[in-house]
Nanobody, 122 residues
């Protein structure tokens, strides 16, 4: 199973970006848990958002600004990020695990993308 994350870049505070995560080797369905995590320099990897058949769940720091979605026909996960702040700067990783509900603990995920850099300037 491979996850390919893309869509990162440099954006000014208040701007928007959409991250994509294309999966291959496994067809992820709504019965599977897919998530976004991020890691800033010198910090632990932290949960951002997750999606499963139970719905979506978000970290408090991004709720109302970020939206996770998935296109099962394209086997792709998305993260729409609006009203970006400098503290959102990090490498963003997509992750997945089969037949599971949303989980905020990155240790439980089986599959990981390579990460995409998001930099928000003030």
């Amino acid at each position: 199973v491979q996850l390919q994350a893309s869509g990162g870049g440099l954006v000014q505070a208040g701007g928007s970006l959409r991250l994509s995560c294309a999966a291959s080797g496994h067809t992820f369905t709504s019965r599977d848990d897919m998530a976004w995590f991020r890691q800033a320099p010198g910090k632990e990897r932290e949960f951002v958002a997750a999606s499963s058949w139970t719905g979506g769940t978000y970290a408090d720091s991004v709720r109302g600004r970020f939206t996770i979605s998935r296109d099962n026909a394209k086997n792709t996960l998305y993260l729409q990020m609006n009203t970006l702040k400098p503290e959102d700067t990090a490498v963003y990783y997509c992750a997945g695990r089969a037949l599971a509900v949303c989980n905020r603990d990155h240790h439980v995920y089986d599959y990981w993308g390579q990460g995409t850099q998001v930099t928000v300037s003030s």
